[in-house]
């Protein structure tokens, strides 16, 4: 089980990016997938995720009405997009999951599969 984050780059204050994880070994069908970001000097903070399950979301008010989570109809790539970004949206971004069958978004709990993150810059 892996996922690979990407998309990350720079981008000027209310501009526009749209990450990808790459899952593998599992597909989103049948689990929750979760992104997060890392400020610098900052804890991790869970900002969005979604469940194949029943298509459940959930976003952090931080990132509400700007972040958008989906899947792909393969359910083995899950996006987010981003728009109206700002500087305090700069972070290292990664996508996780709990690897629990049937889970919805809001049974997510503790993470166990991390992949690498994909670092976001918005310059002001």
């Known amino acids: 089980v892996q996922l690979q984050a990407s998309g990350g780059g720079l981008v000027q204050s209310g501009g526009s990016l749209r990450l990808s994880c790459a899952l593998s070994?599992?597909?989103?069908?049948?689990?929750?997938v979760v992104w997060s970001r890392q400020a610098p000097g900052k804890e991790r903070e869970r900002i969005s995720c979604?469940?194949?399950?029943?298509?459940?979301?959930y976003y952090a008010d931080s990132v509400k009405g700007r972040f958008t989570i989906s899947g792909d109809n393969t359910g083995k790539t899950v996006y987010l997009q981003m728009n109206s970004l700002k500087p305090e949206d700069t972070a290292v971004y990664f996508c996780?999951?709990?690897?629990?069958?049937?889970?919805?978004?809001?049974?997510?709990?503790?993470?166990?599969?991390w992949g690498e993150g994909t670092l976001v810059t918005v310059s002001s």
């Open positions: 979604i469940s194949g399950v029943d298509g459940s979301t």
């Open positions: 070994g599992f597909t989103l069908h049948y689990y929750a």
């Open positions: 996780a999951t709990d690897y629990m069958v049937g889970r919805t978004c809001p049974g997510v709990r503790r993470m166990s599969k």
